[in-house]
């Protein structure tokens, strides 16, 4: 079963100081390259796994979408939603990705943000979405980056007088469980090679759209100068898949860094 620190208090009090917490969607570091991937929402019905405060359903609803079902294993996640982000045609569920069962061909799109990193089984992933989508339904998700996650302790690597002199990757091709140390606190997450990500996709009845590596935005950049050193390693990885009408098919469209 995945981890639920967030609903440990301190833990989740510090997430709530973070700018995605506070400055919803576009307080986001990678807001600005995934707005442009997600599909028309259009009386569509969305899923939106690991929803958080919900930011990314009210944003679907704001956009057309007629209903959406949110979920997220944490219940401090669900009743900051609730009341940030209320609306009749939003549906919050606490509930664990492994315990999820939503039918078959329920829904147009699927969006995870964040989540999937936290997850043992990626192919549990991959097989359950796209049993979830309807055949033509898009998936769309951003995970920590696997360059990011490779060594586990997500930190640079600094010289004696305390200045960065690079971002350590080490056993990349080892793929598995990682400690990681967020907001202060020690949390498991699951390393996976990029070609982890794209094939088991390809694989699992798929047609790959688009892949970003988003960077820091110039605006961010004016606004923070210290953000220049994620100019030197990427975070973030954002996928957008579409649900294959015969599984065979392995398409790669567009792999680019933004």
Known sequence: MT????DDPAFFEKYSQMSRSKNGLEGAG??????????DFTNKTVLDLGCGYGWHSIYAIEHGAKKVIA???????????????NDPRIKYECISFEESNFGEAVFDIVIC?????????????VKKVNKWLKTGGYLVFNVEHPVFTAKGDQDWYYNEAGEIEHFPVDNYYL?????AVFLGEKVIKYHRTLTTYLNELLNGGFEIIQVKEPTVSSNALIAHPEFKDELRRPMMLIVSARKNKHCQVKKLDTLSRV
């Open 3 to 6: 981890q639920n620190k967030y």
């Open 30 to 39: 990678e807001w600005h390259v995934l707005q442009r991937v997600l599909p």
């Open 71 to 85: 979920s997220d294993i944490s219940s401090k996640m669900i009743e900051t939603a609730r009341i940030k982000n």
């Open 113 to 125: 943000s964040l989540m999937i990193h936290y997850l043992p089984s990626y192919q549990d992933f």
């Open 175 to 179: 793929e598995g469980k990682r400690e």
